[in-house]
């Protein structure tokens, strides 16, 4: 090893020298002396030696022919040179090492050489390996998995989008759903209709891969076909991520007032029966034509309409709907229907909007004095936090001395100074109240996130670890 060291400054050296001459020519010389340093490099035994090469073959030794030598060299590497040569040849962007890729992939079964190959592949790869791609991404190997779905995200060629949707139409279900995400997630527009068919499919992952990815990808105009799903769905979060997704695309129509029109011609089309159960997607999207609609139902002499008028109702995507909450929050004839509307009129009352952060507060503070139980408190002072301002935490810190709501108190104060512009400029009042949180506080992320604050220093939320 020691030899190999002394000769690296002579390589770089080398390298140097090859620079200075014309290297666009020596690039195009398979049996250039620049290239054949390079291998040398790579072959080394010396980690640090081939980290000089690999960046060589990266950046510098240009050329179809030198792309074929260096890739001619896997066979002949350890493993983990073979790693790190597959990833310099990704990196190195061209598909002439494509056939060496493929052979070593289909060779080896080290756990480090399978999925350097398998990214390179992503990179230098054509929509023909969307099949082997596509059955990569649901290997045991998680790391396997991992790097197949990464690749078939970065899989190019015009065709490569219908590569992957082929293989999507054919699959399992498990492996169906992973493809959709994936589709959606290279923003694959010419897939659209192949996606929608999903919506109806039996299997429920499926069904909800096709809906997020709808979300994401359709226009008003896959409306009449996104409903279909909504019915399909299951009641509880897979329809509610369903109505999310049919509400988040009317909501790119521009105008506010015409963003519910795609979806009450749908359901117009449908029967009385699927009319009301796509109510409470109607509500997501709101709208003045909507609001007739949802109102209607809410007056309906039949207890089982009413009661879908009042969900569509709560689950309105903006605050004016407000005053609406509140008479039917006090005046319902059904307990839970009250309870059912307070917990709404509690969601929206902060919401940005044009109202001021004074308006906003007052409406939260509002909907405090209409609360029966602590867990109905427990939201409104949850909810306070996102009400930016000094009266906040001063209506905040009243509840510091309550047992029961003392901790969420303790929770939204945080949050609140966790915005430097609105502590700073109020440092002294909020120290004096973060004192009182690391007292009060049983959670240890809090008292560590009200210690920081009084520092000025920052805090960072967990991110989610694969």
């Known amino acids: 090893m020691k030899s190999n060291l002394l000769l690296l400054p002579v390589c770089v050296l080398c390298l140097g020298t090859i620079g200075l001459v014309d290297f666009a020519a020596a690039a195009d010389d398979a049996g250039n002396d620049l290239i054949q340093t390079v291998i040398t490099l790579v072959?080394?035994?010396?980690?640090?030696?081939?980290?000089?090469g690999l960046d060589q073959v990266r950046t510098e030794a240009k050329g179809t022919a030198a792309t074929k030598q260096f890739a001619a060299l896997l066979p002949k590497l350890s493993p983990e040179a073979q790693a790190a040569l597959l990833s310099a040849l990704a990196d190195r962007g061209d598909a002439a090492a494509r056939p060496a890729v493929v052979a070593i992939l289909s060779e080896s079964h080290d756990d480090a050489v399978r999925p350097a190959a398998i990214l390179a592949l992503g990179a230098l790869g054509d929509p023909s390996d969307a099949a082997q791609l596509a059955r990569?991404?649901?290997?045991?190997?998680?790391?396997?998995?991992?790097?197949?779905?990464?690749?078939?995200?970065?899989?190019r060629g015009d065709k490569a989008n219908g590569a992957i949707a082929a293989e999507m139409k054919q699959a399992a279900p498990p492996l169906r759903a992973v493809l959709i995400d994936i589709l959606a997630t290279r923003r694959a527009l010419d897939t659209i209709a192949d996606i929608l068919a999903q919506v109806q499919e039996a299997d429920p992952a499926v069904r909800a891969a096709a809906m997020l990815a709808l979300g994401q990808l359709a226009g008003p105009e896959q409306i009449g076909g996104m409903v279909q799903g909504?019915?399909?769905?299951?009641?509880?979060?897979?329809?509610?991520?369903a109505e999310r997704a049919v509400a988040l695309v009317?909501?790119?129509?521009?105008?506010?007032?015409?963003?519910?029109?795609?979806?009450?011609?749908?359901?117009?089309?449908?029967?009385a029966a699927d009319r009301a159960a796509l109510l409470p997607t109607l509500g997501r999207v709101g709208g003045p034509a909507a609001l007739k609609i949802v109102e209607a139902a809410i007056a309906d002499s039949d207890a089982k309409t009413h009661e879908i008028g009042l969900r569509a109702l709560c689950n309105w995507p903006e605050a004016s709907i407000a005053p609406r909450l509140i008479v039917l929050a006090e005046t319902d004839a059904h307990p839970e229907h009250k309870k059912m509307a307070l917990a709404a009129l509690i969601r929206v009352a902060p919401l940005p909007d044009k109202r001021t952060a004074a308006d906003r507060l007052a409406l939260l503070q509002k909907a405090m004095t209409m609360c029966n139980k602590d867990e109905e408190r427990n939201l409104v002072l949850k909810r306070a936090s996102a009400v930016r301002s000094v009266e906040s935490l001063?209506?905040?810190?009243?509840?510091l001395n309550q047992p029961a709501l003392a901790q969420q108190a303790c929770g939204s104060i945080v949050e609140l100074a966790h915005h430097r512009e609105l502590r700073e400029p109020n440092k002294q009042e909020f120290d004096k109240v973060l004192d009182q949180v690391i007292r009060a506080s049983k959670d240890a992320t809090v008292i560590?996130?009200?210690?920081?604050?009084?520092?000025?220093?920052?805090?960072?939320r967990p991110t989610k670890v694969e």
């Open 43 to 52: 072959s080394d035994k010396d980690k640090d030696v081939r980290a000089l």
């Open 136 to 155: 990569l991404a649901i290997a045991e190997s998680k790391a396997e998995q991992k790097a197949a779905r990464k690749s078939l995200v970065r899989l």
């Open 230 to 241: 909504v019915l399909k769905a299951d009641k509880g979060p897979q329809r509610d991520s």
């Open 394 to 399: 001063r209506f905040i810190v009243g509840y």
């Open 448 to 460: 560590d996130r009200a210690e920081r604050y009084k520092k000025n220093q920052t805090w960072a």
């Open 250 to 271: 009317c909501g790119r129509i521009a105008s506010a007032d015409k963003q519910s029109a795609p979806l009450i011609a749908a359901m117009d089309q449908l029967p």
